[in-house]
């Protein structure tokens, strides 16, 4: 499959802008280019059954609203999300572009519901949302479908199983796209171009790159389409990166789980209520640093910089009910040393190491799983800051976890009209885009659960619109 020729049947044809990728990005971006005026492609590598990008898995958006209403508790301002942003890692990477962002917010929940999004009353769970970020009805698989059936009812042309491989640059203008679909290699014409093709992180030879051998032990929790080709193509034609290579977005994840898509329901949420140890039966990370919101997007690569990438979590009766179970079900004994031989550890050490733990921590106090309730360890080399009860309540239970990769940070630079900037030259004149491929304009590293769905959308509804303006004007 060599040769490039002219596009055929609906690929054919001049478009005003065509959008790689077929996720919330994409969507909006197709939904407001054609708000604008302009007749919209979308290039969707995905079968139809699998449309939608790791957006299908999202449950919510976090937004900026003065007030509570029917979907969210109570207000929460913009100098909040702006502060929370601001205490994530290190900060945004692009401080203007992160507080256009955070200000567009609040425009979002009423641009989606004129769209057709629904939204339900927020889901009890370990996270606590439900002041902050707006929940979807039927989570983003109902929101992807009502975005596809808005473009279907515009007649806005939709092509699955078309991958986009290369783009045809002449100077600081893409030419066209070269695309693989139906067997043949075609070169669609497009006077723009919007890239929405979400990040590499299933692209296991290029996290290898940064994480060396340890990457063939991470799960992708997203669809295993976002192989980065499209951000590396932009970079190949100069583009310039926006957000860390290193940086991942990743949790823990049930070592069962499909080394793909597994989606939401594989992440575990046992660790602050318990003790987390290493193949070698050792702990190595405070288990009860802070909240759970506030420190479950951490342990991903927690577990990432421990030997062989795996851990072992585990709790005790009394705390079972304190978190969402394990979508496998969890090991279960009545002695620790029975469970370790279970989950498949070493039980000399991992019963030591439980042994230790349970002396350091407090004979007294109030264990409150609902605050940091102060209950910690003492004279452990790695303490466990809240929440340390003993493990002396049998049956006691345990999980094996893995590192579980949302999402890349690294991606391409974008200015204040998602266009696409080169590495010392003027940027490029047609290409735009928007959502994961270029959050690393917004997150340096660290991240705000529900930021991913508004940085898609704010900068989507900016790309469809910046790209219908250059396309017609
Ligand atoms: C399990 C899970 C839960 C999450 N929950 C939330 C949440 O509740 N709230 C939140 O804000 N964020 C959440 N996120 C993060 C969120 O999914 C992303 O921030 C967001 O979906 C990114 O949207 P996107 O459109 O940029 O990328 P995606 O939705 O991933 O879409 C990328 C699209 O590009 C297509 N594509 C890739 N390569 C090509 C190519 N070469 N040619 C053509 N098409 C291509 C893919 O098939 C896909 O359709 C979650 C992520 C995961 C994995």
Known sequence: M????????????????VIVGGGNAA????????????????????????????????????????S?????????????????????????????????????????PGWMSAHGARWQRPLHGTLHLGRTNRFFLGGGKALVNTYYRALARRGITVRYETTVTDFQIDGDRCTGLVVEADGLRQRVSARTVICAAGGFEANLAWLQQYWGEAANNYHIRGTEFND???????????????????????????????????????????????????????????EGEDIWPKRYAIWGRNIA???????????????DELFLPPMYGSYRADTIEDLAAKMGLYPVTATATIDEYNRAAPAEGTFDPTRPDGLATTGLTVSKSNWAQRLDTPPFRGVVARPGITFTYLGVAVDRSARVQRIGQSPFANVFAAGEIMSGNILSSGYLA????????????????????????
Not at 271 to 279: E, M
């Open 68 to 108: 509570g209403d029917e979907f969210n508790s109570g207000p929460y301002l913009f100098d909040e999300l702006w502060n929370d942003l601001c205490g994530v890692g290190t900060g945004p990477s692009d401080a203007e572009l992160a507080e256009f962002t955070v200000r567009e917010s609040a425009s979002v």
């Open 2 to 17: 060599t040769e490039i020729i002219d596009a055929r049947g609906d690929l054919a044809g001049s478009w005003d802008v």
């Open 228 to 286: 980065g080709i499209v951000l590396r193509r932009l970079l190949d034609s100069g583009a310039r990166t926006a957000g860390q290579e290193r940086g991942f977005h990743a949790v823990a994840v049930d070592a069962r789980s499909p080394r793909f898509d597994g989606g939401i329901a594989t992440r575990l949420d046992s660790i602050p209520f318990g003790v987390v140890l290493n193949r070698d039966g050792r702990r190595f990370y405070d």
């Open 450 to 473: 529900g930021f991913g769905m508004t940085i898609g959308t704010v900068w989507g509804r900016v790309a469809g619109q910046e790209a219908a303006r250059h396309a017609l004007g």
């Open 305 to 319: 910089e421990q030997p062989d990438q795996i851990a072992y979590c585990c709790w005790d009766d009394k705390v």
């Open 27 to 66: 969507l909006v971006s197709a939904l407001s280019a054609h708000d604008h005026g302009a007749r919209v492609l979308l290039l969707e590598r995905a079968p139809k059954a699998m449309r939608g990008g790791n957006s299908r898995h999202t449950r919510n958006i976090r937004c900026v609203h003065d």
